[in-house]
Each structure stands twice: as C-alpha cells, then as structure tokens.
C-alpha cells in the first residue's frame, strides 16, 4: 500500500494533504466525518509542551516534552492549575501517558525507555526498553498501545513490554503516518496526526479509520496565541462522566468538546 505521509508543517490539514494526494475528497470516501462544538474552556499553561493528557479517578495528567523540561503533572480540570508535577530526567524527552491497572506509564522519544510510574508520588518505579521511537500511548484495559510516529500501532503487554501485536492505520485504504496522541474511546483508538488540526477514530481490530474529526477551527477559540502555539495534541477521556477534552502543544486552554456529525 501507498505510504501517505504527513508533511511537517503546522498550518496543513489533514484535508488537504488526503484531497491533494487522491482523487477522492473525504466525502467520498468511507470514513465519515465529524465536527465538533466546544462545551468549555480550561485555562492551561502556554509553557507545556504537550505529548499525552489522560484523565484518571476524575483527574487530569499530563505529560510535557523537551529536554531538561519534561514533567509528569496532575491538574485541576475545574481550573486548570497545575497540583503537583515531577521532573523526568534532564536527559529524558517526554512523551505519551497512560494509566493501566494501578500504575501510569509514560513513553520517551528517542530514549527507548518506557517508565511504570507510581501514581501517589508521580515517581519512576520500573523502566523498560523498546526499540525505536515512541510517541502516543492508550490502552484497550488489558493492553498497551503504543505509536512510534509511523502508520504502525503496537499492542504491548505492559509485565514486559513485549509486542503482542501490530496493526497499520489506514483512511480508505491507505496508509497514515505521524500518528501521534492516542486515546481509547468506547472501543476505539482515537489518535492526533503531527501537524494535522484532524483527530481519526481507528479500529483496533484492523486499523482502519472509520471516522475522522475535523478540529481546524479550535486553534482560532484559544485565549491567547504567540510564536511557540504549537500543533493540536492531547485527548483525554473521562469514562465516568462521557466528557472529552482536547489541548495541543504550548496551547493556552484545554478544551472539552463534543463530536458531532456533520451536515
């Protein structure tokens, strides 16, 4: 199958890479599109560069980037404000989060190191390796799913991190790389595309995109935009009360949303 890569470029959609590459526009084809309606703004801090958001017992977590500025964070989802927050190693690039079981477990980018941490002191309590990259994180309950930044979703067993199984994300046949920020939703992977204002809802069977949201107009609501207001990443779902909440790199506000289908 033909790779359908992501180009590195802040202000092209997912849309216009997908039309431009193929004769078939998004209505065309299989995957049915979504919108979105902003149900509140949070404010968040404009210095976090954001690589996983999860929200855990009705608390929201999050994982920051960069070298020597990575941190693991519990915040106040009725303000925004930062609880507690612990600094991963200065040598360490942050990135995506999950919770399984009774630990949190957090990814690093070029490290090859996904660490267990404990979630009473936000401290690394176990470390594993991997080969390659690792990027966005989720789990189905029994599983980790891992992106590495490429079309390929890993299914890890979080004992040893060991691969159980691999799919490929694919719209309409075709494969999509940079996936990013992963969420489980209702039996499906939700996952951000790097660069992409798209967020697509994979089978975790097969990989396949059967929806696909447009979130392009979301930068526009945000309370303040500067030099470093970086690309949507970061979904976040609270079981208990069905809400969503979406944020992005260096993002002003963290948004809860609702996906609508549009007309």
Known sequence: MEILNIPRRCFTFLLIIITYSFPLSFADSKPLKYTFEVIRKIPHDETSFTQGLVIDDGKL??????????????????NGKVIRSVNLPDN???????????????????????FVINPNDLKIIKTFNYEGEGWGLTTDGINLIMGDGSDTLYFRNPADFSIIKKISVTFDGRRIEK?????????????????????????????RVVKWIELSGLQFMLDSVNRNTNTLNGIAYDKSKNKIYLTGKNWSNIFEVKFLTSK
């Open 179 to 207: 996936i990013n920020e992963l969420e489980w939703i209702d039996g499906m992977i939700y996952a951000n595309v790097w660069y992409s204002d798209a967020i697509l809802v994979i089978e975790p069977e097969n990989g």
């Open 61 to 78: 977590y999050e994982t920051t980037g960069l070298y020597k500025n990575s941190k693991i964070r519990e915040l106040d989802l009725t």
């Open 92 to 114: 360490i690039f942050g990135e995506g989060i999950t919770k399984l079981g009774d630990s949190f477990y957090v990814l690093t980018w070029k490290e090859k190191k996904a």
